[in-house]
T-cell receptor, first 117, second 116 residues
């Protein structure tokens, strides 16, 4: 069974440009999450989808970030326009249910490493 | 608010040594889950363990063991007879019902280097 896959694995863009990150969750997982790790800091929650609906987007840093999950399958995270402080690793994760419920584990992808220069 | 502290930024050991990674957490929830993830050089976050707040029994899985102590709000991770392949960043995380139970709050990670 395929795990969580993310594309691209690495991206270097100039300040002001746009980047779109894609995530394919594990098949059958209704819950999809985006997290981000800025260099040397903790991994921080960005948002959570349940199917195609945004359940919680309290971690999105500002309106330059837009996440979508059309059809409840894969998700995209667009950064437009990118700023230097957006550099970091963007992790996507998925789970069958919420992690607070017994038996549900969040599985992460390899991350998309974004560098804004 | 929830918080996870991993005070050890980096640990270096020689192969076959035992090493303990510390994790201290803060939460007001009475029901919560604790996790450990491993991030090898390949980048993927690999799930290691999930423990709920009502189960303080220690767990052992091969060379890995976890010591959960509610009294000190700690969930420490020990690797016995470390190997070079254990070199990675290890993250401790917490999920509670505050915030809907859908988020993981991570620590800053501990970089473990195992040398020959």
């Amino acid at each position: 069974e395929a795990g969580v896959t993310q594309f691209p694995s690495h991206s270097v863009i100039e300040k002001g440009q746009t980047v779109t990150l894609r995530c394919d969750p594990i098949s059958g997982h209704d819950n999809l999450y985006w997290y981000r790790r800025v260099m040397g800091k903790e991994i921080k929650f960005l948002l959570h989808f349940v199917k195609e609906s945004k359940q919680d987007e309290s971690g999105m840093p500002n309106n330059r970030f837009l996440a979508e999950r059309t059809g409840g399958t894969y998700s995209t995270l667009k950064v437009q326009p990118a700023e230097l402080e957006d550099s970091g690793v963007y992790f996507c994760a998925s789970s069958q249910g919420a992690p607070g419920n017994s038996g549900n584990t969040i599985y992460f992808g390899e991350g998309s490493w974004l560098t804004v220069v | 608010a929830q918080k996870v502290t991993q005070a050890q930024t980096e640990i270096s050991v020689v192969e076959k040594e035992d090493v303990t990674l510390d994790c201290v957490y803060e939460t007001r929830d009475t029901t919560y889950y604790l996790f450990w993830y491993k991030q090898p050089p390949s980048g993927e976050l690999v799930f290691l363990i999930r423990r709920n707040s009502f189960d303080e029994q220690n767990e052992i899985s091969g060379r890995y063991s976890w010591n959960f102590q509610k009294s000190t709000s700690s969930f420490n991770f020990t690797i016995t007879a470390s190997q070079v392949v254990d070199s990675a960043v290890y993250f401790c995380a917490l999920s509670g019902f505050t915030g809907g139970g859908n988020k993981l709050t991570f620590g800053t990670g501990t970089q473990l280097k195992v040398e020959l």
